[in-house]
Nanobody, 114 residues
Framework: QVRLVESGGGLVQAGGSLRLSCVARRGSSRMEPMAWYRQTPGKARELVARINPSGSTYYSDSAQGRFIISRDDPRDTTYLQMSKLKPEDTAVYYC????????WGQGTQVTVSS
């Protein structure tokens, strides 16, 4: 079974950047649209960005212009380059397939200080 492992989160000041990584272990999610989601306490998980196998992308309004999603299929890895970070970007970030969700990974905490 594919296991998703997210990493790259941390504490950063507003305006800073982080690069998140998501590896699909013991398998692959190739040829599947992949997405990054985020969740804050008491709120539903929200989609931040998605990338199709073709490389086409979609971003939420809050991510547009600041985040870039990419994928490296030979490495079974999806990335999220985040820049111009804001305190409201503080959340646990998860990756998953867009369709046919896999078991969620542990996520990676992103904390943006003002």
């Amino acid at each position: 079974q594919v296991r998703l492992v997210e990493s790259g989160g941390g504490l950063v000041q507003a305006g800073g950047s982080l690069r998140l990584s998501c590896v699909a272990r013991r398998g692959s999610s190739r040829m599947e649209p992949m997405a990054w989601y985020r969740q804050t306490p008491g709120k539903a998980r929200e989609l931040v960005a998605r990338i199709n196998p073709s490389g086409s992308t979609y971003y939420s309004d809050s991510a547009q212009g600041r985040f870039i999603i990419s994928r490296d299929d030979p490495r079974d890895t999806t990335y999220l380059q985040m820049s111009k970070l804001k305190p409201e970007d503080t959340a646990v970030y998860y990756c998953n397939q867009v369709h046919l969700l896999l078991p969620w990974g542990q996520g990676t905490q992103v904390t943006v200080s003002s």
